[in-house]
Structure formats: structure tokens, C-alpha cells
């Protein structure tokens, strides 16, 4: 049995060997922190055979992460990534898995944790024996782990060492509980002891850790730290090459190329310090007195940009100061009245003290005075990481508050141990996400244990980004290599000066020369247009346009003079934003006193400067609110063929006009002149030509208005006569049959009568006369006696017919009214149909066309009501006419009306046709049956308008040829079926007559909807 026992504890010591071995050679292996860590807890978990293991790294806040984890089967969930708050360890805690190294193990099913420090408190020096020290557990503790589903833990500190010398002043003291600095005599070394992280060890339940665990990861927890210190160092290594590389490749930018790259240097330096833009600002002594060189000045004496370099004088005394900038910038306010933000006052104050706290700026933003990043230069930077937050900036802050920036760094920039501009870095404000187990309030101490580890996504907007040591430590190195610079800058902008000199003088020549050239190309192509052209208004457009291009002026246009008091810019050709004069009329004393006498002797004028130049108040003021600075006036013709005048205008400021400017306007005036006599000479024979042309047309439009109101006053008397004609025989019908109806009920009575007596004779007389007998059988009594009744009946049906068709014939032709009335629509709809039923019955080429009354509840209309009976006879004739042409074209492919069809529309309102989709959510009168069918439908639209639509599912309309409907003698039907007149009839009765509205919609294939609107009054 001992033996047993002594087995399995030497394989247990063997694996525990095993384990610190393999541990070490990974560590060995790989420099990588992440892959490190991974691999620790994997074979830890293996090792204790416990459902996590995680290392927990603390944050300079103290807050910590789950760098790494390891989980058996997900017994318990994941924790990695997620972040906990400073409060979930306590700064006891800490300070004493810093100072004892001590660690802990608890288990929570009896309520007990076990303290096994490492070190003495009070030396620091590790501990003869181990200590193992049993306390309570903690409620709050227990119910901490209870909500992590923990029944047992066990927690061993990883500690991160590094020594220094005693004297060294490099490194920064740590006051943080989880720092520590501590003196060995022996090498004379101040050894700083940093808590880095911690290595737990989580179980589901109930676990014994036996002090030869313990010992195996305290060993791993050792060689993980070393690990951790190599990474580290590793990563400061590289960091520190990538610092010093890209200082080399701004270097490189700016002495690797003939010309030194500010701008290429600048924008390097942004995007290595992670900046959202930048701004590289110089006033360099040695060129206080400069001007910029002529490839940076406009004639107007401002900058000009160039890749987003300008090159300004600046607001501040004789100095002249240049700026470069890339990325998102400042706007000052229109009130600074500053090209720059560096020009600002204050701003000069910081540069002149050289970034220092002094007795007007105790409050300088630059680093603490103890470290190294201030030791090493005598200019320190300037770091803000909140602008809103810095007193001595708050002036300035206006000129930020349009734009996303948050932090500024700026690197003071000397030479010859003097602030000659300074390097700004701008950072702009971020948004942080930060994943924690838990919600809490970050404002508050924690009071009790969180029952709940659920992620919590906790998102911060606007944060500022903080500036690190390392971004000013390769901020002031990559200012040093812009100091170095600004030296051989200087010398460059000195030979520069004197190359753009000589250059200036050859171009001078060269533009003369060019100028001149460009003149005769000019008056060339203004004579070849009027040659080629009369218009007048081409060629005098082209003429300011090559004025304008030539001198390069802001406007330029020719003014006519009117024959009254005021004349009128006729032709403008403006540059850019610059107010357009385009058609405005003036005074002529708005060109000055006498101007009509001057300029109509052929007198030139140039005005160099509108408040330098003698000029009139009334002059002054009007050119000043055209936008106008400098001014050459010219005049188009002289004497009796004055015209008008040529000007030119210079608006951004003054200008000192060349007599080669005034020959060249002076020449462009005359071809004007040439060609506004030639124009006009031109203009008045299109006139008289124009003239007799309108004449002819007005005779043609007149003769065909005559002859289609012949046609139609044909018609309308035909239709008058046909009135007439109905009504006279509808009175004569109307006599006799209202004879024959009034004796039809006595011939029935007296007929009654008689039957009656020959029945009583046949009671009282059974055996009459064989004569009688004989006649009885011969006329067959019997059915005489049952026929003559039925008979009579037919004839009073026949008679009752007779009288309805002559009723609805008078009301039909009303021609006893002449004169609006109030009458019943549906009446003379169902008078027409009685007329045209003879029509709709079936044929033997055509079923029986159905009529589908859809008639709404209408009051009285005031109208004419044979006129309007005359409308309805037109369209329902036209219908049924369609619904027989239908029968033609049904083997033809007609387009299917499915969920959207083109629909053509033509209004009297709008007079043009307009292709409209309809799909089945569209209301439309159009029968969809495939019987022949006529839809008529009446509804009030409002309390004002009556409507009346007429639709038939006939062949419809083409597109082409609805527009021409309405017009006289136009007609869709076979030559001699119609003609044309009566849609042209009815357009007339609606519109002129009714002041109505016709309209028609057509689906070609499918049918054709009339829709009539009237008024009621």
C-alpha cells in the first residue's frame, strides 16, 4: 500500500517537472506575448485538472482584463476579453500580492481562504518557511464567486521586475498599490516590482490544492513573468525601432530631395504621431524682411496655395510667416480678423516666452518638469490632451469648435537657440467601447458584490485621446530633424528669391511678347465671326469673352445706349462668384458727368482705382455697388453711329491699365461698330420679311377658322332641321295615335259587351237556328270569343309603344327650348338609348351590346338640353360604331391589360397627350367583360360639377392619333362612316357652350372612356 502511494506521488512530482519543462520551452520558443500566455493556461488547466484558467492583467487604472483563458468543456463561461472594474480587488489586495507575493486559495463550500505569502513585509526577502494562514472567507467574497458559478479558486501573482540604478533619473516612480520600488544593497540597483497580472484557477466544485500544486504554479507564475519582462522588452525594442525608423523616413523627406519637402514632412509627421491633421508654422528670423517670391503672389498682392501650402504676410508687424497644413483644421471667426492661428496674439506670446511657464503664463500645459522627455530639450512640447479644459487656451477655442479636434501637441521648432515657428499635431475626439462582466456605475464604489457577469458593452463618445510618452518622445525627435532643416531652409529661400528674380524679368519679356501675339489672335477671330455671321448678339458675346480670357479680368461687358435717359448691359462674360450686371439699366450719369458728349467723341477712359481716381460721389458710389475697383471704358461707334460702349471692370482691386490694353480695346470696338451696322442692316430685312410672313399665316389660320365654322354652322343647322323634322312628325304621329288610344278602351268595352249578349243567347236558346249553327261553326265562336280580347290588349301595347317613341323624339329635339333649363340628365340619356335601341340589338355579326347604367343621384342641371341630348347621341353612336369595329380587329394581337398597361389621356383643360400607367388599384369606366358593353356612369363631384362618363370596351384609340380628335373633319372611321364632325360638335357644347370640361382616356385594344364635367348653374 505504501509502495502504491509512494508510485503515484513520484509520477505526480514527475509530472509536475514536466509541466514547469514544457512551460519553459515554450516560453523559450516564442517571444510572443500572446501565444505565451495561451499556452501557460492550457497546460496549468491540464495540469490541475479545474474548469478555467485565466490570466487577469491589470490596467493603469486599476481595472484589469482576461488576456488568456483556458475552459474545461464550458463548464464554466468564457471571461476573456472582458474587463473588471478596480473595486472587483481591493488596494489591500494588491498591495500585498505586490509586497508578500502572497497567494490565495479559497474554498467557498466551507467558507475559508488560505493567505500564503511568499515574502516578508518589512525586508522583502523570501521567507525561510512557507506560511499558510486561514481566515473566514468574506460574505461579500463569497457571494462574488457564488455569481461566477466558482466553488473553489486559487490565485498566485504575476510580478514584472526591473532594475536601475540607484542614482538613474530615466524612470518614473510608481505611487500605484500595485507598484512597488525597492533598494539592493549588493548591486547597488533600485529594483521597481510591478503587479502585472494575475494567474487563476477557477473550479465548478470542491477542490483541495495540495502545497506541491501550489509550488508547481507559483514556479510556472515565475517563468511567466520572466516570459513577460522579455516580451516586454522585445516590444519596447521594436517600438523604439519604429520610432527611430520613421524619424529616419522624415528625415529622409526632408534632406533627401533638392528642394526640402515641408509639406511631404508635415504630412509623414501626422500620420506617424496618429494625428488627424497638422499645421507647420515658421517665422524665420534671417527672413523677417523678405517678400514671397513671384510664383506665390498674384498681382493683387495675396497668397496663392499651392498643395495646401500658403505662403501669407502676416497681421503682425513687417514679419512675414509661411504655413503648411494637411488634414482637418481650424476656421478662425470672422472677427479674428487672422490668416492663422498662429498669428494670433497669444499664440506670439507662447512663441517669444519659448513655451515656458512664466509670470503672464503660469499655467503652461508641458510635461512635469522631473521627467526625461523635459530634461532633454531646452524648448519642452506643448501637450493638450482636452483643449476644452486648458485655461490658456480658452481664447482660442472658438476657432475648434466647428471641427472634430479634442488634443493638440506642439512641438516647439528653433534655431540659433531661438523659437523661430512651432509643429502642431492635431488629434481629433474618438469614441471607446470597452467590454465588461457586468453592469455597473463606473461613478460610484462598489457597496455589493454584482450577482450577474453578463457582457456589458460599455461605449463613451468624444472621449479625448491621451498622448503617450512614447508619441512625445518621437514628437521631440522628429522636431529636432525639422530644426536641423530650418537652416538649410533659409539658404534655400534666399537662392530661391534670387532665381525667381532673373526669372521674373525673362517671363516679363516673354508675357510682352506673348501679349502682343495674343492681340492679333484676338482681333483675327472677332473679324473672321462677323465675317461668317450675323448675328449680332454671337459676335458681340464672342467679343467680351475674348477680352475677359485676354486681359484677364473679372467682367467685362458692352453697354447700348437707349434712346431715352437710361441704357442697358446687353452682353456680360463674369469670372467666378463676381455679381453679374447681365441686363441691368442705369443713367448715363452713372458713367459720369458729360459722358454722352465724351465718349461720343471717341474719348477713351481708364480707371486705375476707384478711390484714388478723380471721380464724382454719384460715379463712386455706383461702381462700388456693381463690385467695381478698376475700369477701361471704350466707345463702340462715334458721332451720329454712336452705340454704345466696351468696359471692362477689375473687381478684386486696382489695376494700372497698358496702352496695349486701351489699342486692343480700341480695335475690338471698331469691328464692333462694323458689325452691330451690318447686323442692323440685316435685322430689318428679317423684319419686313417676318412681317409679310406673319401676314400670310394670319390669312391661312383665318380662311380655315372660315371654313371649318361653314362646316360646323352646316351641321348645326342639319342638326337644327333634323329637329325640326322629328318634332313635326312626332306631332303628327302623336293625333291619331291618341285617337286610336282614346277608342280603345270603348271598342274593349263595347266588345266585352257583345260577348256577353251572344253567351246569354247560347243559355236561353241551347238549340238555335241551323243557319246560326252553321255561322257559329264556321266562325268558330268559341275561339272568336277568347282571341278578340287578346287582341285588343295587343293593339293598346302597340299604341302605348307608339306614344313613348314619340315622347322621347319631342324631348329629344326640345325644340320648344331654346333656352337653359333646369332638366334631368338620366332623362335625356335614356331618351337617346330609346333612339339608338334599334342599334344595340344583336346582328349576325355582332351579339347584343349591353348597356351598364351607373347613375349616381344628381339634382336638376341648368342647361341645353338638345344640345346636350346632341352630345350623347354623338358619343354613344361613336361607341357602338367601336364596338363594331371591334368585331374586325379581334384576331389581332392587342397588348393584354395586366397589372400596368399604357393609357393615353387627352383633356380639354390640357390640350396634350399624356401617356399615364394604370395598373388594378386605378378606377377606370372601361368595361373589362369580353361581350360588347357600354358603361354609363353619372356622379356628383362636388357641390358644383356634374359628371357623366361614357365608355365601351370597343378597339380604342392609337396614341397617335387621340391628340387630333377634337378636330373639325378628323375622323377614325372608314371612309364614308363619318364625318368628323361630331367629337368637334360636342368639344364645342361642353367647353364653349357649357363651360364644361371633355376629356378621353384610351387603351388601345381595350376601349375608350369619354368623361363630361358641367356645371350645375
Known sequence: MQLTENTQELHRKLDREVLVRRITERIRQSLELEDILTSTVAEVRSFLKTDRIMIYRFSADGSGEVVAESINNNRLPSLKGLHFPADDIPASAREMYVTLRQRTIIDVNSGTIVLSPLDAADTGQPLVNEEMHYRSLDPCHTAYLMAMGVQSSLVVPILHRRSASQHSKTDTICDSPTCLTRYDPGNNQKIHIELWGLLVSHHCAPLNISPPDLEVVQLVSDQLSSAIAHALLLQQTRSQAAREATVSRIAALLYGHVNIQLQQGLEATVTALGGSGGRLYLNPPKINGEKLSADNIDR???????????????????????????????????????????????????????????????????????????????????????????????????????????????????????????????????????????????????????????????????????????????????????????????????????????????????????????????????????????????????????????????????????????????????????????????????????????????????????????????????????????????????????????????????????????????????????????????????????????????????????????????????????????????????????????????????????????????????????????????????????????????????????????????????????????????????????ILQHRLKAKSDRETVAIIKEYGKLPLVECYASSLNQVFMNLLSNAVDALEMRQIDRFMKLPSKGASAAVTYLSSQKMAVEPVDINASTESCIPDFPSPCIRIRTELIDEKTVGICIADNGHGIPKELISHIFNPFFTTKPVGRGTGLGLSISYQIVVDKHQGVLKCVSVPGHGTEFWIEIPLN
Open 300 to 834: 493683387r498682392g495675396f497668397p496663392i496655395a499651392v498643395n495646401d501650402r500658403f505662403s501669407t504676410p502676416a497681421a503682425i508687424g513687417d514679419a512675414t510667416f509661411e504655413l503648411f497644413v494637411t488634414g482637418e483644421q481650424p476656421t478662425l471667426p470672422d472677427w479674428a480678423k487672422l490668416r492663422a492661428i498662429e498669428a494670433h496674439p497669444l499664440w506670439q506670446e507662447w512663441l517669444t516666452k519659448g513655451f515656458q511657464n512664466t509670470a503672464e503664463i503660469p499655467n503652461f500645459p508641458i510635461p512635469n518638469t522631473s521627467t526625461r522627455l523635459s530634461t532633454s530639450s531646452q524648448f519642452p512640447v506643448w501637450i493638450i490632451t482636452d483643449l476644452y479644459k486648458e485655461s490658456v487656451f480658452r481664447v482660442l477655442v472658438p476657432a475648434f469648435q466647428s471641427t472634430q479636434i479634442r488634443g493638440l501637441l506642439v512641438i516647439p521648432l528653433h534655431h540659433k537657440q531661438q523659437v523661430v515657428g512651432c509643429l502642431t499635431v492635431f488629434r481629433n475626439a474618438v469614441d471607446t467601447e470597452k467590454l465588461w462582466a457586468g453592469r455597473f456605475d463606473s461613478s460610484a464604489a462598489q457597496i455589493l458584490p454584482r450577482q450577474s457577469f453578463e457582457v456589458w458593452r460599455e461605449i463613451k463618445k468624444g472621449q479625448s485621446p491621451e498622448w503617450m510618452s512614447e508619441d512625445i518622445e518621437q514628437a521631440l525627435a522628429i522636431g529636432s530633424q525639422f530644426c536641423s532643416a530650418i537652416g538649410q531652409y533659409v539658404l534655400y529661400k534666399e537662392v530661391q528669391t534670387l532665381n525667381a528674380n532673373l526669372e521674373r524679368q525673362v517671363q516679363e519679356r516673354t508675357a510682352q511678347l506673348q501679349k502682343s501675339l495674343d492681340f492679333a489672335k484676338v482681333l483675327t477671330r472677332v473679324r473672321d465671326q462677323i465675317r461668317s455671321t450675323l448675328d449680332l448678339k454671337t459676335i458681340l458675346q464672342t467679343i467680351v469673352r475674348e477680352v475677359r480670357v485676354l486681359l484677364d479680368t473679372d467682367r467685362t461687358v458692352i453697354y447700348q445706349f437707349a434712346a431715352g435717359p437710361e441704357g442697358e448691359v446687353v452682353v456680360e462674360a463674369v469670372r467666378g462668384q463676381w455679381q453679374s450686371i447681365l441686363g441691368i439699366k442705369f443713367p448715363q450719369q452713372g458713367l459720369a458727368e458729360g459722358s454722352d458728349c465724351f465718349y461720343r467723341a471717341g474719348r477713351v477712359r481708364a480707371i486705375n482705382d476707384i478711390y484714388t481716381d478723380d471721380l464724382t460721389p454719384c460715379h463712386r458710389e455706383f461702381l462700388e455697388k456693381v463690385q467695381v475697383r478698376g475700369s477701361l471704358i471704350v466707345p463702340i461707334g462715334k458721332d451720329s453711329h454712336f452705340w454704345g460702349l466696351l468696359i471692362v471692370h477689375e473687381c478684386s482691386g486696382p489695376r494700372v491699365w497698358q496702352t496695349a490694353e486701351q489699342e486692343l480695346l480700341e480695335n475690338l470696338a471698331t469691328q464692333a461698330a462694323i458689325a452691330i451696322h451690318q447686323a442692323e442692316l440685316y435685322q430689318e430685312s428679317l423684319n419686313a420679311a417676318a412681317a409679310d410672313r406673319a401676314k400670310a399665316e394670319q390669312l391661312a389660320k383665318t380662311l380655315t377658322e372660315l371654313h371649318n365654322t361653314q362646316a360646323q354652322l352646316i351641321q348645326t343647322e342639319k342638326m337644327s332641321s333634323l329637329g325640326q323634322l322629328v318634332a313635326g312628325v312626332a306631332h303628327e304621329i302623336n293625333n291619331p295615335v291618341n285617337f286610336i288610344y282614346g277608342n280603345l278602351s270603348h271598342a274593349s268595352e263595347y266588345t266585352t259587351d257583345l260577348l256577353c249578349l251572344v253567351e246569354l243567347y247560347r243559355q236561353h236558346y241551347p238549340n238555335p237556328d241551323p243557319e246560326i249553327s252553321e255561322c257559329s261553326e264556321a266562325i268558330d265562336i268559341q275561339f272568336l270569343a277568347e282571341d278578340l280580347p287578346k287582341i285588343l290588349g295587343s293593339m293598346k301595347v302597340g299604341v302605348d309603344r307608339i306614344r313613348q317613341l314619340v315622347v322621347s323624339l319631342r324631348n329629344f329635339s326640345r325644340s320648344d327650348q331654346t333656352e337653359k333649363k333646369a332638366v334631368d340628365i338620366h332623362e335625356g340619356i335614356e331618351n337617346t338609348l330609346l
